[in-house]
């Protein structure tokens, strides 16, 4: 089922704006178990999603076209749902009140996204 972690119930959000990239996510985590939230290309779209039902954790580009925000990140760690950041940006442009989020440096391979997640909801 798995090649990285074993991830059944656990429901994760997935907010990124390339489709490939956001389809390899998906496939990553459903191999694993988890239920996949989106993906979403678009923050509003995630926002509804959150606000219909809390995931248990998320995966999030820092960039979804319009340039780089962080508005999303502050909502979920106001809601303390943990989060790791899958971008190709340099560790630099990551606010100082995210140091410590994890971030994987895209293209991601399936099996660092399973494993990831599982720290994810072991912190959470």
Known sequence: MTEGADLRGARILVLEDDYYLACDLQNALERAGATVLGPF???ADARHALDAGRPD????????GAGISFCFPDTLAERAIPFAFVTGYDREV???AF???ERLEKPVEAA??????AR?????
């Open 120 to 124: 994810l909801l072991r912190s959470g």
């Open 57 to 64: 954790c998320a995966f999030l580009d820092v960039n979804l």
């Open 112 to 117: 660092r996204v399973q494993v990831a997640a």
């Open 41 to 43: 290309a678009a923050e």
């Open 99 to 101: 140091a410590t989020v």
């Open 94 to 96: 990551i606010p100082d």
